[in-house]
Nanobody, 122 residues
Framework: QVQLVESGGGWMQAGGSLRLSCAASGSSFSINAMGWYRQAPGKQRELVAAITSGGATNYAVSVKGRFAISRDNTKNTVYLQMNSLKPEDTAIYYC????????????????WGQGTQVTVSS
């Protein structure tokens, strides 16, 4: 299986910045895409940003112009730079990886991180 380890969450005042990191580890796999989701109390989990191994990106409308996703394919690591934070960004942020196995051959899979808390105060 593929394991994901997240870091970088914490507390920040509105208008500040944070950067989240997520590293994938395991054996016999190749990453196709990675992304960040978030879930606030009482709400459904939603996609924040995603990036393919080729560099194509997708963002939620609510974070466009403020957040930026990037990756290091060599390290199987994805980052989320969060600027101009707002109280509504407060949520647990989860990393997700879409991958394919090499042993056995070409079996798709998906893994989730444990989540990291981001809290933004007004």
């Amino acid at each position: 299986q593929v394991q994901l380890v997240e870091s970088g969450g914490g507390w920040m005042q509105a208008g500040g910045s944070l950067r989240l990191s997520c590293a994938a580890s395991g054996s016999s796999f190749s990453i196709n895409a990675m992304g960040w989701y978030r879930q606030a109390p009482g709400k459904q989990r939603e996609l924040v940003a995603a990036i393919t191994s080729g560099g194509a990106t997708n963002y939620a409308v609510s974070v466009k112009g403020r957040f930026a996703i990037s990756r290091d394919n060599t390290k199987n690591t994805v980052y989320l730079q969060m600027n101009s934070l707002k109280p509504e960004d407060t949520a647990i942020y989860y990393c997700n990886a879409d991958y394919i196995t090499t042993i056995p051959k070409f079996h798709p899979g998906s893994s989730w991180g444990q989540g990291t808390q981001v809290t933004v105060s007004s």
